[in-house]
């Protein structure tokens, strides 16, 4: 009975080598091409939404993306186009990436402001609906964990300016000393399929 136990011990042991032999000699192919559907994707000032996005890896190190947004609580689109770097490859099952993006966004904005009515003599609060566009630099963080094979999660987040922001103009706000300039952040949860 020992030596059956003995036995089987030992070959347990070097299947598990052999095993672990054959995974580090047999490269997964990941592919070049990432297609990602983000169910949640949020941008200040109170956009929500969903979105898609393409990412082509032209190296090892380098990919470029493409992220589609819409809005679901206002009539609102976003365009960005973002050169990921990977410092630690991008074939793997854990991905990180920095990625400087410039964004642009158009739609309209509703705003609960107080307004002067003339003919009562005070403020009457109301919704006033603007239009919005901006245009502007973002730096992102994005993790990106591969299930299996083709398919991944993710989440990516960013922070940056708008180097032009229509919003500002239309407000009535007199803190802004007539620049165009705004703060702008970005977070969304990801996934999709790699070939």
Known sequence: MKTILTVLLVSIINLG??????????????????????????????????????????????????????????????VSLELKMYPGRNNGPAKYAIAPMITYGTGNETINDYVWDPNQAQYIYTNKVYNRSHFGFLLNQTFNFTIMQNFFIGMDGGLGINYYDNRIRNTNSNFNNGSDISFIAQFHVMMGVRF
């Open 17 to 78: 080598s052999f095993a672990q032999d054959n995974a580090r000699k047999s490269k997964v192919k990941y592919g070049r091409n990432i297609i990602s559907f983000m169910p949640l994707h949020a941008i200040t000032d109170n956009y929500v939404g969903v979105g898609g996005s393409y990412e082509f890896l032209a190296n090892d190190y380098i990919g470029i993306r493409v992220p589609v947004m819409a809005a679901i609580n206002e009539d609102y689109v976003n």
